[in-house]
């Protein structure tokens, strides 16, 4: 006898889409397959009518982060005892964060303190990039194979500071030097860099310039981001991980200069995946002018429409693996609160729309497959960052991570349909077809509209990312 069966659904899986039962015993998947009415469980859930798709991984989430565009205070978003709430209403089932390794502390110091952070905290299941900025000293970057092999095989790395050097901001460029270190040792050790590719020499300049001849206004975020520092610094990036040998994750792509970079690379067989936001696919610069239209930004910044559409292209198509929201949840006010190109809050609110935004622009508006669904939603995220098979597909000895999906919801949400700070920036959207049902590990965390689950059920998963994905673009 079985713990749980889910019945009736049309299941996605990577040999296909068919109505299945799964079924599941304890905590991981063991059946999936056409219905067997002998089959006895504990618990059936009905799933008619819906879709079931491997419960959704956020690859890209600051919680608990210091909100660094306001130097002045100590202000840090909200933690994981409240943002992984909504995580689990929108479908979620892990998501990825952060631990930031400064010159003054080193990989296994921070890592202990971010551990600790997120224990009995999150709703959801989690692990940590790691996050190397400024001057660090050698030593650490002889602690990557130890990290590696801990399980946290991901390193991320800003090519840029997105914002003006400020005496109260901690550094988060790391210098090409020290990039190409790392990507040697990740290479050496199999893990992965995480990269937010920026020009610093085009991006420092148009601050510097647009402060001269005062256009200062946040509404030309565009213009000081722009899709000339996207190409410089994804094209010097991969150039620089081929010199080493190194696979590379591009963060938040958000321009067309950024996809086609991507593309030609892989083109080349060089083990390169872009992430994009669906901030970055949906809404464009213009949208910086309406009333609330900085809920929209983060750094690097919003594009124009020709951008969204090479989003979309490589999202239905291959040259983008995934989607992910560089979640920031703070209040409304708080995301408000800068004006300028050199203060706007950055970050997204955005974690629990997610797997229904793109659901509803990607499957509904332009013709994506099912398959191509999970893919960007779950799959290729486990695969690229090493939590799969555990994570990312419903299939026998996985995890049973699921999200059942209702494509007959229509509606605008509002307010009502988040659970997460004082305002979601997707108010006021029209989505056919919601997350209603999520299950993490057997149990089903979100139903009917409701949390069964606390604080403290989301577990740390360790990650180990297999070699092909590190060989050549396999995802
Ligand atoms: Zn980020």
């Not at 399980?151 to 109260?168: A, D, I, Q, Y």
């Not at 190109?341 to 997204?348: F, L, Q, S, W």
Request: hydrophobic share 40%; proline share 6%.
């Amino acid at each position: 006898m079985l713990d749980l069966i889910i019945r009736g659904g049309r299941v996605v899986t990577p040999q296909g889409v068919g109505d299945w039962t799964i079924g599941v015993q304890g905590e991981r998947i063991v059946w999936v397959g056409l219905d067997d009415p002998s089959l006895q469980a504990g618990r059936v859930i009905e799933a008619a009518g819906k879709i079931v798709v491997p419960g959704g991984i956020e690859p890209h989430a600051h919680l608990a982060s210091l909100v660094t565009m306001h130097p002045g205070g100590r202000e840090f978003t909200l933690g994981p005892e409240e943002d992984t709430v909504g995580m689990a209403f929108g479908g979620v089932t892990t998501h990825i964060d952060f631990c930031f390794v400064h010159p003054k502390t080193d990989i296994p110091a921070a890592l202990d303190h971010r551990r600790k952070r997120w224990e009995g905290a999150s709703v959801v299941d989690y692990s940590f990039h790691l996050a190397l900025g400024g001057a660090l000293p050698l030593k650490i970057f002889d602690q990557i194979g130890d990290a590696i092999a801990e399980g946290f095989p991901s390193f991320k790395v800003f090519t840029n500071e997105t914002l003006p050097p400020h005496p109260h901001r901690l550094p988060f460029k790391l210098d090409f030097g020290r990039i190409e270190l790392a990507m040697t040792r990740a290479a050496r050790h199999g893990g992965i860099m995480v990269v937010h590719a920026e020009d610093d020499d085009i991006v420092q300049f148009n601050y510097e310039r647009f402060r001269e001849e005062g256009r200062t206004e946040g509404a030309n975020l565009h213009l000081v981001h722009n899709k000339l520092s996207e190409r410089l610094a994804f094209t010097r990036t991969i150039q620089t991980a081929h010199a080493t040998g190194a696979g590379v994750y591009f963060v938040h792509t958000s321009a067309r200069e950024g996809v086609e970079a991507v593309n030609e690379a892989r083109g080349h067989n060089l083990p390169i995946y872009a992430e994009t936001l669906h901030h970055y696919a949906c809404f464009s610069a213009d949208d910086y002018r309406q009333p609330r239209g900085f809920c929209y930004h983060t750094y690097p910044s919003l594009k124009t429409a020709d951008d969204n559409r090479a989003l979309w292209q490589g999202l239905v198509g291959d040259a983008v693996s995934t989607t992910a929201t560089d979640e920031f949840p703070t209040s409304l006010a708080l995301k408000l609160r800068g004006k300028r190109i050199d203060d706007v809050t950055g970050g997204n609110l955005g974690a629990e729309a997610r797997m229904g935004i793109v659901y509803t622009e990607g499957v509904v508006n332009r013709g994506m497959s099912l398959e191509r669904y999970a893919a960007v939603t779950s799959t290729n995220a486990a695969r690229i960052l090493g939590l799969y098979p555990r994570k990312g597909v419903i299939a026998p000895g996985s995890d049973a991570d699921l999200a059942i999906i209702d494509p007959a919801i229509d509606k605008t949400l509002t307010r009502e349909d988040f659970h997460v700070s004082d305002y979601s920036p997707w108010e006021g959207w029209r989505v056919r077809g919601w997350p209603v049902t999520t299950i993490l590990r057997g149990v089903p965390i979100v139903e009917n509209g409701r949390l069964h689950a606390g604080p403290g059920f989301g577990q740390l998963v360790k990650r180990k990312i297999d070699p092909v994905i590190l060989r050549r673009p396999a995802s």
